[in-house]
């Protein structure tokens, strides 16, 4: 094939490269009379340096892939509706890999240049700011593996026949162009076609299948926010099924892979008993349908807490279930503001497997935490301050993050604690929160200055002693 130069201008493709970045990186827009600044490459996140992009708030994502499972390649249509935070002259999206073949803005051909995960798009009229403008990238490929600082391997995982996109902390980047970053949540629709005979599973509900020349689509629609590191692509020959949502209950889509259905039996009965349970917990279950994908050992080292359903790398432990199923609330719907605040999401978790195992085994929630505190790898650092991204999954991030909700609950009263914990999940509903969110929050509901609390327990270096 003809070399497809890096940067064209639809309008002008024979301008020297030279003049082409000026207009695409800098300058404004001829005739729109407004006179934008290209939005930031970076929401300056203090873990990953390049991840997200500013100037704008995307509010819905309709994504359509094409995939072909016997070359892994990808087609993919992006549907990004965004509102200008400010006049923009250019913005940016990431995306890692895969060749961008088109880009539109509000329906007109734009000016765009791909180097390294950063894709800048000008538009040929400058965006003002409040406008809600839709852009749409067309994109092919076979889309790659990312490996990060903390070696968690997501992105597009690819065995065989079986596929599956994941995206905790920068991997969904590797399969659809957006703002990768988990303070800018959105609603989606994506739709997967296959070939006929194969399954595709997503987020939220899926409202229509359909087949047609040996191929079948299928859309999922997630009306509330989503932050992308949670969005998720599942394909293969799984075995689905479906409840409907009644009063009681939330409507469950469970999709397990034929070659782990007897390991699975468990878990898949237990699911409605854990979301019950944490909704007695925490709250009124934050989306509007539950379940989980159950892929084989080899598709990923670990399970994530996908929106409204979690993806496991085959049959787990109850325990892994409720863990994943808890971040429905802390980490789905109260998202961490940026990835130093994963400890909002992780202690979280990891209490919530301690709740569980009092409940279910009669482990003292004590004795998990004294457990906790014996093990040397909690302290390695404070849970507030992982040193860096290497760190951001570490042992402290989770056990030493649920033993500051244990101190909280022992200072507090259980009674203060489980009050505190409901209010959390409903004041941040559907948002996002940081460290010092948190910290204001218990202090204000408790009425008590928790400041020595929060010095040792989740910002200081040292080992406290237990009294
Ligand atoms: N969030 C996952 C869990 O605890 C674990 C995980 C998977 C993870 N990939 C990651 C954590 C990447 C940090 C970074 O349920
Ligand atoms: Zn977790």
């Not at 390294?116 to 400058?126: A, I, K, V």
């Not at 749409?136 to 065995?159: A, F, K, M, N, Q």
């Not at 609950?409 to 409901?422: H, M, N, S």
């Amino acid at each position: 094939m003809y070399p497809r130069p890096a940067l064209r201008l639809a309008s002008a493709p024979a301008l020297p490269v030279a003049l082409v970045l000026a207009l695409v990186l800098g300058g404004c827009g001829p005739g729109s009379g407004v006179h934008g600044k290209p939005g930031a490459a970076s929401l300056r996140d203090p873990y990953f340096a390049r991840i997200g992009n500013g100037g704008y708030d995307v509010q819905h994502y309709s994504l359509t892939l094409d995939y072909a499972p016997d070359t892994g390649r990808l087609n993919g249509t992006a549907e990004i509706t965004a509102r200008a935070t400010h006049d923009l002259s250019a913005f940016n999206l990431d995306l890692d890999g895969l060749t961008v073949d088109s880009v539109t803005v509000d329906g007109e051909k734009a000016a765009f240049h791909h180097a390294g995960t950063e894709l800048t798009l000008r538009p040929g009229d400058d965006l003002r700011r409040g406008a809600t403008f839709r852009t749409v990238v067309r994109y092919s490929g076979v889309p790659r593996r990312i490996v990060d600082p903390d070696t968690s391997v997501e992105g597009w995982l690819r065995t065989g026949e079986r596929a599956v996109g994941l995206g905790e902390p920068t991997g969904s980047m590797a399969w659809f162009p957006g703002n990768h970053h988990p303070s800018d949540k959105a609603a989606y629709d994506i739709r997967i076609t296959v070939p006929e005979g194969v399954t595709a599973v997503s987020n939220g509900e899926l409202r229509k299948e359909r087949t047609a020349d040996g191929r079948t689509s299928f859309d999922w629609h997630s009306a509330e926010p989503m932050a992308s590191y949670v969005a998720m692509v599942a394909i293969g020959p799984y075995k689905t099924r479906q409840t409907e949502g009644t009063k009681g209950a939330v409507s469950i889509y469970t999709a397990v892979d034929p070659t782990v259905a007897k390991g699975s039996a468990l878990l898949l009965k237990e699911l409605p008993r854990i979301v019950k349970w944490q909704e007695k917990t925490f709250g009124p279950y934050p989306f509007s349908s539950a379940g989980v994908v159950i892929g084989r050992p080899g598709d990923s080292g670990y399970a994530l807490e996908t929106q409204n359903r979690p993806f496991l790398p085959g049959p787990t432990s109850v325990a892994t279930l409720v863990h994943e199923m808890s971040h429905q609330w802390f980490g789905n719907s109260v998202t961490p503001k940026s990835w130093r605040d994963m400890w909002l999401s992780e202690g979280f978790a990891e209490y919530t497997e301690w709740l569980w195992t009092e409940h279910t085994e009669r482990v003292p929630v004590r004795q998990s935490f004294v457990d906790a505190y014996d093990a040397d790898a909690n302290w390695t650092f404070p849970p507030a301050h992982p040193p860096s991204a290497v760190n951001i999954s570490d042992p402290p991030v989770y056990g030493r993050g649920a033993m500051v909700l244990q101190r909280v609950r022992e200072t507090v009263g259980d009674a203060t604690f489980f009050r505190i914990v409901r209010g959390w999940a409903r004041t941040y509903r559907h948002g996002n929160a940081d460290t010092h969110d948190f910290t204001t929050y218990v202090e204000r509901e408790s009425g008590r200055d928790l400041g020595d609390l929060w010095d040792t327990w989740l910002y200081g270096e040292e080992k406290p002693s237990l009294e």
